[in-house]
């Protein structure tokens, strides 16, 4: 029963490097996305899916890319980062775009960056 | 546009007292209503939901009750257990723009003393 599996569970930075933060799921999920999360703002969503070869930008995208080659992977790349970004990032999935369908989430991703 | 307040936090309680987490919302259309609980070190996981006014979602002795007249969804439980302890988050979900569109507040969180 994985779910929503990302990694690596920490990482650090230097400012202006780039990494992806790997997200897979097993339950055949049309819908993934990406948040990140900061003290007293919630979940911004960043980029989403809503299938393989298709993606879309939240409400936060700026520094962030995004791809969806098959159904069950959906990589957030930073192109170069920034203290900014320092931030805790989870993948989520639900089986489709719909106002009833659940999120499911991974662990995330602890982000430093220096 | 569409936003989620919540009460902030830490809730500090006794085992076994009862609970209200406060959660009130604006949204542009008829939105489907949810909590969502983080645990230390984990994602965050559904609790419960509500799809229309005047339903009662419930799970795991929580409920909340969808209040269309004062745009509300506050989170009860008559007795809670230290393993309640947790950041519990309302969010709602909405048709916007022909994209479903998740709000999520700011998360609240609950310390349970033995």
């Known amino acids: 029963n994985a779910g929503v599996t990302q990694t690596p569970k920490f990482q650090v930075l230097k400012t202006g490097q780039s990494m992806t933060l790997q997200c897979a799921q097993d339950?055949?999920?049309?819908?993934m996305s990406w948040y990140r999360q900061d003290p007293g703002m919630g979940l911004r969503l960043i980029h989403y899916?809503?299938?393989?070869?298709?993606?879309d930008q939240g409400e936060v995208p700026n520094g962030y890319n995004v791809s969806r080659s098959t159904t069950e992977d959906f990589p957030l790349r930073l192109l170069s980062a920034a203290p900014s970004q320092t931030s805790v990032y989870f993948c989520?999935?639900?089986?489709?775009?719909?106002?009833?369908?659940?999120?499911?989430f991974g662990n995330g991703t602890r982000l430093t960056v220096t | 546009g569409n936003s989620v307040t919540q009460m902030e936090g830490p809730v500090t309680l006794s085992e076994e007292a009862f609970l209200t987490i406060n959660c009130t919302y604006t949204?542009?259309?008829?939105?489907?209503l949810f909590w969502y609980v983080q645990y230390p070190g984990e994602g965050l996981q559904l609790l419960l939901k509500?799809?229309?006014?005047?339903d009662k979602g419930s799970n795991k002795g929580f409920e909340a009750t969808y209040r269309k007249e004062t745009t509300s969804f506050h989170l009860e439980k008559g007795s809670v257990q230290v393993s309640d302890s947790a950041v519990y988050f309302c969010?709602?979900?909405?048709?916007?723009?022909?994209?479903?569109?998740?709000?999520f507040g700011s998360g609240t969180r609950l310390q349970v003393q033995p």
């Open positions: 339950m055949n999920h049309e819908y």
């Open positions: 949204a542009t259309g008829y939105p489907s």
């Open positions: 989520a999935s639900s089986s489709r775009q719909g106002l009833n369908s659940p999120l499911h």
């Open positions: 509500a799809t229309k006014a005047d």
């Open positions: 899916s809503v299938g393989a070869g298709i993606t």
């Open positions: 969010a709602l979900s909405v048709w916007d723009t022909g994209r479903r569109a998740l709000t």
